[in-house]
């Protein structure tokens, strides 16, 4: 049994620490259900994490239900540390602090600088501010979600399409003495998804599902076994910029038709106004309104998006193979109104027709900052984890 102990695979080890954040306290018999291994081996997995100081294990509040023992519960400790997320969205970047095991500390909106420079040297003085207010606190992990294809490894931003940002070194900017994870913002919202259905499904497990977040463009983040998909490459998911019209619309990533310039929220109130949305003050939310109050011209736009959407989606589940599809993004507030035209293109689908799918509205704008700190929150548990194998 020793020799099993040491050789645990540790992406169980992580997806138990993930369950326990989803769920704590939670007894160690329902960990091992959702783990989908025997109770015996929790015991194994659990013994190293408890003995470093990573969980605790106590009896819970409720403890005047039924008769006998009490359930004992395992949570995460954490009380010194905590994590920092930053959304660097197109328009607005939202900044957040939180413990490991979720609770939100401090979270703030700012308006997104045109430029990487001044974006990043404010993100470094906000990160600065918020260190002096929690003496007692130590950051341990910054993670920042991006508009765009980035290098995990080198903390780096490829390409962010709508901001005109190309190759910019944010971990090596911000010069932080933590690491610093730089994220594409779909795969960020991907693994918050991932958290909030190990919270709330009734398996408490992420499983496989594709997540479309559609707001100023579209990004798709694929996780499959509870595990973010990236490809050799890092550039996984961009089914953006996929071209669904031959000679359609110009994109700002330089080619003709992609699919988010017919089914994201900015090309829907393009779309809406029937000219270009740049110069436009007229936000998604107020088309979605006017649709609401019976607007013809609204109602037909968020159409002909839930049709465009729907095409994309068909083509990422017959690319991809995993049919459970959540939309995210800006676009979920006209969910009403998308979804049946959305569906409806996938049902036409060759794939659509083969196979079992779902496509689920997801949360409008949680993923964002959530997202960000999700990805420092992953890091730092990949930490935890190789630290208890090599003590192991
Ligand atoms: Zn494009």
Redesign the pocket.
């Known amino acids: 049994m020793s020799r099993v102990s040491n050789i645990v695979p540790t992406e169980t080890t992580r997806e138990l620490l993930r369950i326990v954040r989803a769920a704590q306290p939670i007894p160690r018999i329902a960990v091992a259900r959702r783990l989908g291994v025997h109770r015996g081996k929790i015991t194994v997995l659990v013994r190293p994490l408890i003995a470093s100081g990573v969980l605790r294990e106590g009896v819970p509040d409720s403890s005047g239900h039924g008769v006998g023992r009490p359930p004992i519960g395992l949570s995460l400790r954490s009380e010194n540390h905590f994590l920092i997320g930053v959304n660097i969205g197109v328009k607005q970047t939202q900044i957040g602090g939180a413990t490991v095991d979720g609770k939100i500390l401090f979270e703030e909106n700012t308006e997104t600088p045109a430029d990487p420079e001044t974006t990043l040297a404010q993100i470094k003085s906000a990160i600065h501010r918020h260190q002096r207010r929690l003496p007692d606190r130590e950051l341990v992990v910054v993670g920042i979600s991006v508009a765009g294809p980035t290098d995990v490894a080198e903390g780096r931003l490829l390409y962010a399409?709508h901001q005109g940002w190309r190759d910019v070194p944010v971990a090596r900017m911000l010069d932080l003495p933590v690491p610093v994870v730089v994220e594409n913002n779909a795969t960020a919202a991907a693994i918050y998804e991932s958290q909030r259905r190990r919270r709330n499904t009734a398996a408490g497990t992420a499983g496989d599902f594709v997540l479309v977040r559609a707001g100023t463009g579209i990004g798709v983040g694929l996780v499959v076994g509870g595990e973010v998909f990236r490809g050799t490459t890092d550039i996984a998911g961009e089914f953006?910029?996929m071209t669904i019209v031959a000679g359609g619309k110009s994109?700002?990533?330089?080619?003709l038709g992609?699919w988010?310039?017919y089914a994201s929220a900015a090309s829907a109130v393009e779309l809406y106004k029937g000219g270009t949305y740049r110069t436009s003050t007229l936000r998604f939310t107020d088309v979605v309104t006017r649709a609401h109050a019976g607007e013809r011209r609204a109602q037909t736009t968020l159409d002909r998006v839930g049709t465009h959407l729907g095409i994309g989606i068909a083509n990422v589940i017959c690319g991809l193979g995993v049919p459970n599809v959540v939309l995210s993004g800006d676009l979920v507030h006209g969910w009403k109104f998308i979804e049946a035209p959305a569906h409806a293109a996938i049902a036409r689908s060759l794939c659509g027709r083969l196979s079992r799918w779902s496509l689920v509205a997801g949360e409008t704008s949680g993923s964002e900052l959530g997202g960000a700190l999700e990805v420092a929150i992953e890091h730092y548990l990949l930490g935890v984890v190789e630290n208890v194998s090599v003590a192991a």
């Open positions: 399409p953006g910029h994109c700002p990533c330089g080619n992609c988010e310039r």
